[in-house]
């Protein structure tokens, strides 16, 4: 059964055309949509572990900018 998407392909479409200024295939943007969506995940659960470390069951921004280090 294929995964629900959580980045619109909306979204990924207008991230391309600002960078780019070209158009965009639908395949290019379920491309970026799958690879940003993955990306979150890995983010989210490295920032899962700083939160739960420090005692908190709220992730903040500090733990989002630790995960990405």
């Given at each position: 059964?294929?995964?629900k998407?959580?980045?619109?392909?909306?979204?990924?479409?207008?991230?391309?055309?600002?960078?780019?200024?070209?158009?965009?295939?639908?395949?290019?943007?379920?491309?970026?949509?799958e690879?940003?969506?993955?990306?979150?995940?890995?983010?989210?659960?490295?920032?899962?572990?700083?939160?739960?470390?420090?005692?908190?069951?709220?992730?903040?921004?500090?733990?989002?900018?630790?995960?990405?280090?």
């Open positions: 059964m294929a995964q998407r959580v980045l619109s392909l909306n979204a990924m479409d207008k991230l391309i055309r600002e960078m780019s200024g070209l158009r965009v295939s639908d395949k290019a943007k379920e491309a970026l949509a690879v940003l969506e993955e990306q979150a995940k890995v983010i989210s659960k490295k920032a899962a572990v700083f939160a739960e470390h420090a005692g908190r069951r709220t992730i903040t921004e500090k733990d989002i900018q630790l995960a990405l280090k």
